[in-house]
């Protein structure tokens, strides 16, 4: 069993619906990460959460820390959004981080 | 900014033969790392390092090699390619172990 699952594995949305995205953990972490990686292969940095909630422009992340689980929402999604969403958790500042298998997002206009 | 710049972006090496893959950052991070990433298994930890003169192994760290003789600088060292070592390479770097991480373009790497 992975110590970091993502599901769906894989989300096909038409443009506009809400998307959610969860995360969840089976290791004590201190903080969680999301990245977003385009099909040309660059990660980029989305959010690090260590509690309740960030959100920027239409994406929302929320962490229960206690339930061990993340989600990442996207509202009024469009196709620029298709990508693959990693979620990854660290359990201290220098400790190895442990990534998620991902999630492959695709939105269809 | 330059941010973090990995080279090269693509490679082609012959088994047995081996190559440095370069990272640099100008942001003056502490921490560094090397991920491989291989289809349906996310990203690998190889090596990490939380400052010059520092590094410590992570997930997969056979066959590879790394230093940090500067603050900038984390060259990932493949001593012996092998065919299993085809993947897809990510340096990243962030200021504090996982704080917000800045990674490379990434390298395409076919060992043949």
């Known amino acids: 069993k992975n110590e970091v699952e993502q599901s769906p594995q894989n989300l096909t949305a038409q443009e506009g619906e809400f998307i959610t995205i969860n995360c969840s953990y089976s290791?004590?972490?201190?903080?969680l990460h999301w990245l977003q990686q385009h099909p040309g292969g660059g990660i980029v940095s989305l959010f690090m959460l260590s509690s309740g909630k960030k959100k920027h422009g239409r994406l929302i992340a929320t962490i229960n820390i206690q339930e061990k689980h993340s989600s990442l929402h996207i509202t009024a999604s469009h196709p620029r959004d298709s990508a693959v969403y990693i979620c990854a958790g660290g359990k201290t500042s220098y400790d190895k981080v442990i990534f998620g298998p991902g999630t492959s997002l695709s939105v269809i206009p | 900014n330059a941010g973090v710049t990995q080279t090269p972006k693509f490679q082609v090496l012959k088994t047995g033969q081996s190559m440095t893959l370069q990272c640099a950052q100008d942001?003056?991070?502490?921490?560094m790392s090397w991920y491989r990433q291989d289809p349906g298994m996310g990203l690998r930890l190889i090596h990490y390092s939380v400052g010059a003169g520092i590094t410590d192994q992570g997930e997969v760290p056979n066959g590879y090699n790394v230093s940090r003789s500067t603050t900038e600088d984390f060259p990932l060292r493949l001593l012996s390619a092998a065919p299993s070592q085809t993947s897809v390479y990510f340096c990243?770097?962030?200021?504090?172990?996982?704080?917000?991480?800045?990674f490379g373009q990434g390298t395409r790497l076919t060992v043949v």
């Open positions: 990243a770097s962030s200021y504090l172990g996982f704080t917000e991480a800045f």
């Open positions: 942001m003056n991070h502490e921490y």
């Open positions: 290791v004590g972490i201190s903080a």
